[in-house]
């Protein structure tokens, strides 16, 4: 290679490893506001250093200028000669032009007007002059002792600009002196020997190997199936030989005839055992290369797989500078950022970390005088957690904030018309807020660059269920919220649950999978006109799968097969016409007119027998057995029921009494136990709903009277209370209560389960 050509490849690979090297710097630089400084210092001037050193020995002066200035505005701030947050300011706007400098080579070499500036700010913050392209000092300048370095901090001498000897230098420790003499190659380990091993493939390759993949296993498995039909060919022929052998022993034959015969039989013996050798061999070779098929097809899925810290490496710096522009400070930590999720999920799962963490900042975390009276440090946390759980992807956001408040969320969603008031009435302290998922939904009365527009977690539940995956949220008033997304980690390559509707195979994935089953007749109930079918003792709705694709008219038989499948918080039972089997196929999207744009359609895969299994889009599926199932709300009763209803909060009362009205029943309200003790004996009621902790008489102390008076024993008692530990629970029901329900889970449909239950 001639040395032009050697440049320009040195080149390109400076500028490969240095948009790494600034990522990783501006890391560091963000964790010297934090307790472990010392460390980042170290990492920070580690990666200047270096960046500098290689700049220099390719003949990119503005770069090494401008690292060279860097250096000294961190020593200044070691030293305490430079406040830290204006240090981090500086260090932070230095790596947006060191990473322009890498992009503009010209300007590398000679510096722009950016870089100068830049470099002239950095001068001023430290109290160093500034440093010449060179990287020497300018000449009118004496040369005066500098302060002795940290020990933890490496100088290494520059092979095209060795550093002149200082006036006075500081005696040495024999281990600083060697690590002094290092180059810079040396300081960053085995590094270049671990790049030299990768290389960068085109992800339009890539994904043609995926694909290629993909086929080749289902071509392997189809050998099998091959393999199988000719054992059976061959077993077809050695029952027919031997037919014809006992034949020929029956027959009356001459003795050339018989010699013949026995010949004939020999050879059909030997013909027998060669073609058995040869199915054996067949299998053998088979498996061994459907393994090796299936192994490639992992390490071609394994290689699709991008870490998600190229996601996260830009968030900490972001964060930082929107809570300083709303008067906030924010620590984001990241757990276990190295996991791998799929490339061509990649844009979708950062847009909707984007959403999550912009509202995390906007809508969670307060400012630091509003922490400091409930106890909280001045500086906010978020916390981003990633696990691999199977094939599924589990990415939590959590913050330390002031929580989500339901009744917040549904005066906002009744005044902006989202839904009706006695909607927001029946609604669990769950489906309150899930509202958030509602598109055009936003507590902010204005709108501002941030937040307001009402466009936020309506697009991130759209994205992480387009990616087959869901959202859940969990949150504590003033202690924060959690929001989890769960995603399949690969598209390319997915296990699936095949089914079978009538001739046709469809695909479930299995991460969506709860179980298989059997629909027994007895098992079959109705909750308020849905037909249901109780799993796992919960009653959830039960579905032809068939007829909700159109593709039959649904299952005959007495006891159907059935999937049950989860989606977030919801399942259902999926009857199909029967089970084919569960295995890893090679996903690809709808083509053509006939299924492209189908609903309930997630994409294809081929089989081995030829067929093409349709995937089935598990949160479409999930969203239409809700949309299918008659609104609670609107149901009634066959029973219009009188109700008691007893607690000594008016709020409790109002809130918990129209949640009773929405299920059509008459309500009466007593204050504590003594006043409903009373009612009971002087009126009729059907049904007690009674809180514990009242004044007077309890809620336990009201049931065990209540049971203990053979006048209104018959009466079910459910508790309704806060205390939700089971120690609470047993105390209810070893007082005789029929049902205990916490408020902070309750909803119009567990309350309408459990009265239906005990009516």
Do not use: W
Request: aromatic share 2%; net charge negative; charged share 30%.
């Amino acid at each position: 290679m001639d040395t032009e050509a050697l440049k320009k490849s040195l080149l390109k690979k400076f500028q490969e490893v240095t948009a790494d090297r600034l990522q990783k710097i501006q890391l560091g630089v963000l964790d010297l506001e934090k307790e472990n400084a010392a460390q980042a210092a170290d990492d920070v001037a580690r990666e200047l250093h270096t960046m500098k050193g290689e700049a220099r020995m390719l003949g990119l002066g503005g770069i090494g200028q401008l690292a060279h200035a860097a250096e000294d505005v961190l020593r200044s701030e070691r030293d305490g000669k430079t406040a830290t947050e204006v240090a981090t300011d500086l260090l932070l706007r230095a790596c947006d032009v060191l990473s322009d400098l890498t992009e503009d080579l010209a300007a590398a070499h000679t510096g722009s007007p950016s870089s100068e500036e830049m470099v002239k700010a950095l001068s001023e913050a430290s109290g160093h002059p500034a440093p010449t392209i060179s990287g020497k000092p300018p000449t009118a300048r004496p040369a005066p002792a500098p302060p002795a370095p940290p020990a933890s901090r490496v100088e290494a001498p520059l092979p095209s600009a060795p550093a002149p000897a200082p006036a006075a230098a500081p005696a040495r420790a024999p281990a600083q002196a060697r690590a002094e003499e290092e180059t810079p190659a040396a300081t960053t380990g085995s590094k270049p020997a671990l790049a030299d091993r990768s290389i960068r493939v085109n992800v339009e390759i890539l994904d043609a190997l995926g694909v290629l993949a993909g086929d080749l296993l289902v071509e392997s498995a189809r050998g099998r199936l091959r393999g199988l039909e000719t054992a059976t060919l061959f077993e077809r022929f050695s029952r027919l030989s031997d037919r014809f052998l006992r034949v020929g022993e029956e027959l009356q034959l001459t003795p050339e005839l018989r010699t013949a015969l026995e010949g004939i039989e020999s050879d059909l013996l030997m013909l027998r055992d060669d073609a058995f050798r040869f199915v054996r061999r067949n299998d053998d070779g088979i498996n061994t290369l459907h393994g090796n098929l299936a192994k490639m097809a992992d390490m071609v899925s394994e290689a699709r797989l991008v870490p998600l810290s190229t996601v996260f490496e830009a968030f900490p710096r972001a964060m930082r500078e929107l809570a300083r522009q709303q008067g906030k400070e924010v620590d984001l930590v990241v757990e276990n950022a190295d996991i791998g999720v799929d490339r061509s999920m990649l844009a979708d799962v950062r847009d909707a970390l984007v959403h999550l963490l912009r509202n995390a900042v906007d809508h969670g975390l307060e400012t630091p005088g509003a922490r400091e009276p409930l106890g909280k440090p001045p500086m906010g946390r978020i916390r981003i957690r990633v696990r691999a759980d199977g094939d599924m992807l589990h990415i939590q956001v959590e913050d330390d904030g002031r929580g989500i408040d339901p009744e917040r969320l549904k005066e906002v969603a009744v005044n902006r018309r989202l839904i009706t008031q006695a909607q927001a009435d029946a609604l669990s302290e769950r489906e309150a807020i899930e509202l958030i998922f509602r598109p055009g939904f936003s507590t902010r009365d204005q709108v501002s660059e941030i937040s307001g527009r009402g466009v936020g977690m309506d697009v991130v539940k759209r994205k992480v269920e387009t990616l087959g995956g869901s959202v859940g949220v969990a949150s504590r008033m003033s202690r924060g919220t959690t929001i989890t997304l769960r995603l399949p980690q690969s598209l390319a390559l997915m296990k699936v649950l095949l089914v079978r509707l009538g001739d046709d195979v469809y695909g479930i994935p299995a991460a969506d999978v709860v179980a298989v089953t059997r629909v027994k007749q007895d098992d079959r109930m109705e909750v308020f006109g849905t037909l249901a079918v109780k799993h796992r003792g919960k009653p959830i709705a039960l579905v032809a799968l068939g007829p909700l694709l159109g593709v039959n008219g649904g299952n005959r038989m007495d006891k159907p097969p059935a999937v049950v499948v989860r989606h977030g918080e919801d399942n259902a039972a999926l009857v199909v016409d029967g089970f084919v089997d569960e295995r890893e196929v090679a996903v690809k999207p709808c083509g053509g007119d006939f299924l492209k744009g189908a609903p309930f359609i997630a994409g294809t895969a081929a089989l081995e027998d030829g067929r093409i299994a349709v995937l089935c889009h598990v949160p479409d599926i999930m969203t239409e057995v809700r949309r299918m199932a008659r609104p609670i709300t609107q149901q009634q009763s066959t029973k219009r029921l009188r109700v008691l209803l007893v607690d000594d909060s008016p709020i409790a009362r109002a809130t918990e009494g129209a949640l009773v009205k929405a299920l059509g029943h008459a309500v009466e309200e007593a204050q504590d136990g003594e006043e409903a003790y009373a009612k009971v004996q002087a009126n009729t009621y059907d049904l007690i709903l009674t809180d514990v902790q009242m004044p007077k008489m309890d809620g336990f102390s009201l049931t065990r009277r209540l049971k203990t008076t053979p006048a209104v024993a018959r009466i079910p008692v459910i508790i309704l209370s806060s205390l939700a530990s089971p120690e609470d629970k047993r105390r209810g029901l070893e007082a005789g209560a029929d049902g205990y329900l916490v408020k902070g889970e309750l909803g119009v449909e567990s309350l309408a389960q459990t009265i239906e239950r005990l009516t």
